[in-house]
């Protein structure tokens, strides 16, 4: 696996680079920060997707409660897959952590809707 790679280029680093002799370098560079970038995105999607996603309730005998579990189990299972999608990459290294929180954090909660929606239909 490849290890997380910390650069902080200067611009004076750049200037002296001699570019035609360093390409298969600068290209592996290249092709890494443009694969981390993608991947960050997919995981982005799901955080921004989860962090605003506001719950669907239908009143009971004035009890809120919560209904379309379908739609969020079926987008909790869309998810996982691009997070085991995600590990395949080679540079899953670079985003192994958020990776396992993002699985955890789903995990989690398709226990807690499901329970929720076992407790539901039992008032019903």
């Known amino acids: ?11 004076k680093d750049l200037i002296g680079l001699d ?16 694969q981390v970038g993608f991947l960050k995105a997919d995981l982005d999607k799901i955080e921004i997707y989860w962090n ?9 005998e004035k009890i809120p409660l ?7 189990f079926d987008k909790i299972e869309e998810d996982q897959n691009t997070l085991k999608a995600l590990k395949d990459s080679e540079f899953y290294d ?3 952590t958020k990776v396992t929180e993002w699985e955890k ?7 807690v809707l499901g329970l929720n929606m076992d407790i539901q239909r039992q008032w019903l």
């Open 66 to 72: 919560i209904y379309k579990y379908e739609d969020m």
């Open 105 to 111: 954090k789903l995990s989690l909660l398709q226990i």
């Open 19 to 34: 570019l035609k002799k360093n390409k298969k370098i600068l290209d592996d560079f290249t092709k890494l920060v443009q």
């Open 1 to 11: 696996m490849n290890k997380p790679i910390k650069i902080t280029p200067k611009i």
């Open 52 to 60: 605003t996603l506001e719950l669907n309730f239908k009143e009971y």
């Open 94 to 96: 670079q985003i192994q």
